[in-house]
């Protein structure tokens, strides 16, 4: 555990009433789960909210036990020396609601009827996830962060923070992400939502104590991962190379590693998500976008914002390709914000946001340090 | 039915023996269905062979009868005057073996139990398709081809035909194709697969005369069908509009014209395709790899054909991108054949080969006739 924050434990945070959402309904008493690594400087001006992406949670870093041989999901960035330095900052990853992970979601009761929300629990969106987020940030009481960062709809959130609450960060980190989520990504995402739907323990959604839904939400998640890498490195990985075997079978067994790695992701994925909080959490990053079907333009929608960007694409990425990071650019440009960006050159596709450590570490360090030493002398 | 073939009839060619696979297997008695547009010149040498796609059949060009809406999927390029000249070569389209539009495939009778053949049908490859079809050009009486072609799929088989009866052709125009399928391609047809497989109506392929495994299929289906888009062309056609409305629901029915278009296209589908010819074609296809596992070179590979190429590939398409077939254009020129090659500039991805028209019907229009005469005066 060296070179890590080390063992980390989930706290919960409850807001107590009811919550207005997007689409008009309204949720709650909600729970929202939280962790945090290093410590709050004096003045709580050393915060930095990291937000996950669809399948992530709110465990960034570190270990839950001494045992515990998984680390968070984002241990290469966060920890003593790293791009988010514990030593200096005070980090906090919130799961956001929808999810699974110990935040309120559809596996979660619904107080009005004793049993889990399924179906019921409502459509939410990356605005209402961030609405949510902003009150145990208030609860912990930071007035404004140093830093909002996420990668894929983590960056989404990332974009709506600044947006939703334009005095509450010093710095914004968007990186892999988009202003709003593409016809080809919706129509990935409505394939992996029918393969759920179409799976007969799916049952409505009510499936909770009984059979899950496992075969669908395995294929909707062997589609997703499919958009994460990049043709290039599923040719580097497993190019047309046989499983366990010199010769084809000629049967539908499975042939190639390509084929047996999706299936072990797929399979793998099902005993760690629950298929309702897929089905949440797509439509709301399906509902992504900034500029509100296009009545509003971003240059006018990021003017109120107060913060320095620091924006991350990463060359292979055809989820949410570099041109969608130069129209943020652009956008901050004409609105006459600072802003850096950097296209770090990476073979690994999407995925590279979890991978590509060392340029995006210099990166991130230098932001971070350069404005909290003006924020710490200012 | 101007600038059309007119009415067509589908043709049926019985191959009486057994025929040895790929895989080792045998099968037989086959029927394989085909059509035929224009007319034998004296000498047979001006019949061009068109090889179709995943979901293609042999009824490339016309109509079945008069009050028929639904020309075949070709009629753009096979026709009086268009790239498949009718008023001047004989085109000849035959349906895949494995598939379910008239030739032998898994939903035929098994003749040893009666029944539908289901997963006892083999295994079939591009060559054992390839393999059959000669055997119907032999039956014609045609020594040599003008011309194969096909696009995707369909040029896979160009390039075996080319490969496995290297003098029975004298051009060879494979489009928007590779010598093999890459692992992400085999990634999507996998999770296609997947999806077929999970369907309860499935039941291990013994659906014949019960209910179809049609949620799976269309859920296969939607997944192919955004690999033959490109993400430009589906920004264009859908963006983020939303289907019928003007305000999004919030709910899990369909809210974006792009969700929309891909049921209708998934549950389309279902109403004229196999589920298990869908296995067993995305199966024949991920098999295809002309260097066999890497172990042949290109170049040496296609050493011994005596036949000119036209290669024509599509800037956006990114199911065979443009790089495939530069690599057949490279390894043909270090084997000192004669090649034509050229990509189309469009937006439309894998589909342009289908819908992008002027400039492919100039480039083989061209091809045809410079040789068509030279064998005619030759």
Not at 328 to 349: C, M, P, R, T, W
Request: aromatic residues 12%; hydrophobic residues 35%; positive net charge.
């Amino acid at each position: 555990m060296k070179d890590s924050v080390g063992i980390v434990k989930k706290n919960y945070f409850e807001i107590k009433e009811e919550v207005s959402l997007e689409s008009g309904k309204k949720l709650g008493p909600i729970t929202l789960a939280y962790e945090t690594y290093g410590k709050l400087d004096n003045g709580n001006k050393n915060a930095i909210l990291v937000f996950h992406a669809l399948s992530g949670d709110a465990h960034a870093a570190g270990y839950h036990s001494k045992n515990d041989k998984n680390p968070g999901w984002w241990e290469a960035a966060i920890g003593p020396n790293k791009a988010f330095d514990t030593n200096k900052y005070f980090v906090i990853c919130v799961n956001v609601i929808g999810g699974c992970k110990g935040s309120t979601g559809p596996s979660s009761i619904n107080p009005k009827t004793g049993k889990p929300y399924a179906t019921d629990f409502p459509i939410i969106t990356i605005k209402d996830m961030v609405n949510v987020q902003k009150k145990l940030i208030d609860h912990l009481g930071i007035k404004r962060l140093l830093a909002v960062t996420g990668g894929s709809m983590g960056g989404m959130q990332v974009l709506q923070w600044a947006v939703s609450f334009p005095e509450a960060t010093k710095l914004i980190i968007p990186i892999a992400t988009a202003t709003h989520q593409s016809a080809q990504n919706i129509a990935f995402h409505e394939a992996g939502r029918r393969a759920i739907i179409a799976d007969p323990n799916w049952s409505k959604g009510n499936y909770y104590g009984k059979k899950q839904p496992s075969l669908g939400l395995a294929v909707a998640r062997m589609i997703g991962h499919i958009t994460y890498l990049s043709d290039y490195s599923m040719r580097e990985k497993f190019g047309r190379r046989l499983q366990n075997k010199d010769k084809p079978d000629f049967s539908f067994d499975t042939e190639f590693q390509v084929e047996s790695y999706l299936q072990y992701q797929g399979d793998k994925f099902v005993e760690r998500f629950d298929a309702n909080s897929y089905l949440y959490i797509t439509k709301a990053i399906d509902y992504f976008d900034l500029t509100e079907g296009g009545t509003k333009k971003l240059e006018d929608i990021f003017a109120s914002i107060k913060s320095k960007f620091l924006i991350i694409s990463f060359s292979s990425d055809w989820l949410y390709p570099t041109a969608e990071s130069k129209k943020i650019v652009q956008a901050l440009q004409k609105s006459g914000h600072d802003v850096v960006f950097f296209e770090i050159a990476s073979n690994y596709g999407h995925d590279a946001f979890l991978l590509e450590n060392e340029t995006q570490t210099s990166l991130i360090k230098s932001f971070l340090k350069n404005n909290y030493e003006e924020i710490k002398n200012g």
